[in-house]
C-alpha cells in the first residue's frame, strides 16, 4: 500500500515538473534528459516510472484532465438549483479559467501529437469524453428538475463543446482583452440560446457539492 501511494506520488511529482518544464521551454523541445537536469535527478529515475517521451505525454494528458475539472466544482449550497448550478459552469466554461488552470501552449502543444501517436489521440480524446460526460450530468439533473426539455443531453453537451472548443481556438488569436471578452459574452450567450432553458419552472431537486 505504501510502495503503491509512493509511486504515484512520485509519478505526479515528475509530471508537475514535466508540466512546468514544458510550460518553460516548449513541449517539442523537452526531453527525459531535460527533465532530469531540471529536476537534479539522473534520467533514469524518471525511466523508471515513465519508458519514454509517450508516456510522459500521456501522463500530462491525465494531469491536464485533473485541472479541468476544477471547471465543475461549484458552491456548496444545498439550496443551490441544478439550473443555478449549470450557469455556474457554464460560466467558469466561457472564461480566462481555461487559462489559468493550464498554459494554452502546453494544451496544444500537447494536441499536435495526436497526428503522430494513436495512443495519445485516444488518450486526448478520452479527456474530451470525459469533459462532455461531466457536463451531461449537469444537464440530466436539469432536464429531471424540468429545466431542459432535450431528448438527448449528451447530444447537447458535445454541441456545447463544439460551440465552445471552437470559440477558444478562434480567441486564441485575438490579443485585444475587450475583444475577447465581448465575444466570449456572445458565444456564452449563444450557448444558452441552444440549451434552451425553461427558467419559468419549480425545481424538484436541489444541487450540492
Not at 519514454?52 to 491536464?64: A, D, F, H, R, T
Not at 449550497?77 to 494554452?104: C, G, M, P, Y
Not at 447530444?155 to 478562434?170: E, S
Request: with cysteine.
Amino acid at each position: 500500500m505504501g510502495r503503491k501511494s509512493l509511486r504515484s506520488d512520485r509519478r505526479k511529482e515528475i509530471i508537475q515538473a514535466f508540466y512546468k518544464t514544458a510550460k518553460k521551454e516548449g513541449l517539442h523541445n523537452v526531453s527525459i534528459g531535460k527533465l532530469a537536469g531540471n529536476m537534479g535527478i539522473n534520467p533514469s529515475l524518471i525511466i523508471h516510472y515513465f519508458s519514454s517521451k509517450e508516456e510522459l505525454i500521456l501522463g500530462l494528458i491525465e494531469y491536464i484532465l485533473d485541472r479541468y475539472k476544477n471547471l465543475y466544482k461549484v458552491r456548496s449550497n444545498k439550496d443551490q438549483t441544478s439550473l443555478e448550478a449549470l450557469h455556474e459552469i457554464i460560466d467558469n466554461l466561457f472564461s480566462r479559467k481555461w487559462n489559468k488552470l493550464v498554459d494554452d501552449d502546453v494544451y496544444y502543444n500537447c494536441f499536435t501529437f495526436i497526428f503522430r501517436d494513436d495512443a495519445i489521440k485516444e488518450k486526448f480524446k478520452a479527456l474530451h469524453d470525459s469533459l462532455r460526460l461531466m457536463l451531461n450530468d449537469i444537464l440530466q439533473r436539469c432536464k429531471k428538475d424540468g429545466y431542459l426539455v432535450a431528448e438527448d443531453t449528451h447530444q447537447l453537451a458535445d454541441l456545447v463543446f463544439l460551440f465552445l472548443d471552437g470559440a477558444y481556438y478562434y480567441l486564441s488569436m485575438v490579443n485585444d482583452p475587450k475583444e475577447y471578452e465581448n465575444k466570449m459574452e456572445i458565444y456564452k450567450n449563444k450557448t444558452m440560446e441552444i440549451l434552451d432553458i425553461k427558467t419559468n419552472v419549480t425545481p424538484v431537486h436541489s444541487v450540492s457539492t
